[in-house]
């Protein structure tokens, strides 16, 4: 059987190198862009189950041993930022802080040179003991996730009763100065999609950041709907009926986020339209999984297998050049639009979001 009959990705395997590619250290690819943000999923573990991330009873963990050593996984860091350009990092998961080790993680990408900007998606859970701790290990800047203020429908949503942590955890990020502390929030039709207003007022009351996240095909139980989900422009439609919404004429760069000034600011909103507006033609990332695959989009089909390499002596010029060669078959978008779009075999959770 094919990996691919068996689910698996397609590996992409050491090439030779396409002699279109251009002599540039950097993680360029064929439409002029350069990667420079690194995603890293450091577990495909989690202790919440969102509904559009995960089924209520889990899923298939990977195995210990196919996981990235904390050694192995500070040597890519290594190679990506001071080989490949990447200056930015943002250790995501599942849910990063179930990684035993973050810490030391965080310090040893915080200790290269040049030094990287570095940020953590957390889903907020055990955040308040560990947010100091993290801040000292060189965290910049924190998102954490939070769908709803309603404890029941937190719960009917991530299947866990644990709302109250999550705003523990949001207080203290900010005490430790992780600012902008950062909401992701995803609106779900019939669920949630009644409370727009209210998260934007919690944020802006308590000096958050509030981003709401179109939801995408990247749930493992494929029931995302293009009919069902909640589009950017409904939320600026609901959130218009309670604040006045102007466009943030900021540089936006590689930036998911289209930024609105809330009632003439500094107040601001943040919208990732990555189903209705795509900002594909900006983007600046490559994404690395824990099990040590490198895809050039969430919605990639193939994978550069970097744990071989890794773990078969290959040298850190050659682990560059391979991941170089990665980023050059990058595709121009996502494709969720086209009627041949297939959504990828690896669910959010385990691509790191
Ligand atoms: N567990 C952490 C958390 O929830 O913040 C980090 C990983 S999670 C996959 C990262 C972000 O992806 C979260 O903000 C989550 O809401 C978002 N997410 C998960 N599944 C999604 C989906 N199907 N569509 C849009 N966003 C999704
Ligand atoms: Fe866990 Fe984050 Fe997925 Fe929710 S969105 S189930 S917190 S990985």
Redesign the pocket.
């Known amino acids: 059987m094919t990996p691919t009959e068996l689910g698996l990705p397609a590996m992409r395997q050491a090439t030779t190198r396409d002699p279109a590619r251009p002599d540039d250290p950097r993680l360029i690819d064929r439409y002029g862009r350069v990667a420079t943000d690194l995603r890293i999923s450091l577990t495909d573990r989690?202790n919440?189950r969102?509904s559009?991330?995960m089924p209520e009873e889990g899923l298939d963990w990977m195995d210990r041993a196919d996981q990235l050593t904390d050694d192995e996984l500070i040597r890519l860091i290594r190679i990506a930022v001071t080989d490949l350009g990447v200056n930015e990092l943002r250790f995501?998961?599942?849910?990063?802080l179930l990684r035993r080790g973050l810490e030391e993680i965080i310090a040893a990408s915080a200790a290269l040179d040049p030094r990287p900007d570095i940020s953590l998606?957390?889903?907020g859970v055990g955040l308040a003991r560990r947010a100091k701790a993290l801040a000292d290990a060189g965290v910049n800047r924190l998102?954490?996730?939070m769908?709803t203020l309603r404890r029941e429908r937190f719960a009917t949503i991530t299947h866990r009763d644990r709302l109250a942590d999550v705003l523990d955890g949001l207080a203290a990020a900010r005490a430790a100065g992780l600012e902008p502390v950062k909401i992701?929030s995803?609106l779900l039709r019939g669920v949630n999609d009644d409370e727009a207003v209210d998260l934007l007022r919690f944020a802006i009351d308590n000096g958050y950041e509030l981003r709401f996240?179109?939801?995408?095909?990247?749930?493992a139980q494929h029931s995302?709907q293009r009919a069902e989900m909640i589009t950017a422009g409904e939320i600026m439609e609901m959130l218009r009926t309670a604040f006045s919404l102007e466009p943030d004429r900021a540089e936006r760069g590689g930036a998911p986020a289209e930024r609105w000034l809330v009632d003439g600011g500094p107040a601001a909103v943040g919208v990732i339209a990555s189903v209705t507006r795509p900002f594909c033609g900006a983007c600046d990332r490559t994404r690395l999984t824990a099990d040590g695959q490198v895809r050039s989009c969430l919605f990639a089909r193939t994978e550069t297998d970097l744990r071989a390499l890794v773990r078969g002596g290959v040298s850190d010029a050659e682990i560059a050049d391979l991941w170089r060669d990665a980023m050059w078959g990058k595709l121009p978008g996502h494709g969720i639009d086209d009627p041949g779009f297939l959504q990828p075999d690896r669910p959010?959770?385990s691509i790191?979001?």
């Open positions: 989690c919440l969102c559009y991330c995501t998961g599942g849910e990063p998606t957390t889903n998102n954490v996730s769908d992701n995803v996240i179109e939801q995408m095909p990247l749930d995302w959010m959770s790191g979001g």
